[in-house]
């Protein structure tokens, strides 16, 4: 049975997923997730920018 692993998003969310497919999202997307939890800092910046981004959106 494939392992699962969990990764973190720099929002500070997370997700468990199968190896193979957090491995690729983690090479894919290093700025937006990890293996380890983004540091607080990291996790601010990015949710200060997708805010930002959200209101020139609307």
Same mark, same amino acid.
């Given at each position: 049975?494939?392992?699962? =692993?969990?990764?973190?998003?720099?929002?500070?969310?997370?997700?468990?997923?199968?190896?193979?497919?957090?491995?690729?999202? =983690?090479?894919?997307?290093?700025?937006?997730?990890?293996?380890?939890?983004?540091?607080?800092?990291?996790?601010?910046?990015?949710?200060?920018?997708?805010?930002?981004?959200?209101? =020139?959106?609307?």
């Amino acid at each position: 049975m494939p392992t699962k =692993v969990k990764i973190y998003r720099v929002t500070g969310d997370s997700a468990e997923m199968y190896a193979g497919d957090a491995r690729e999202a =983690v090479r894919n997307h290093p700025n937006e997730w990890a293996f380890e939890p983004f540091s607080a800092e990291q996790t601010e910046k990015a949710q200060k920018a997708i805010y930002s981004f959200a209101k =020139v959106e609307s």
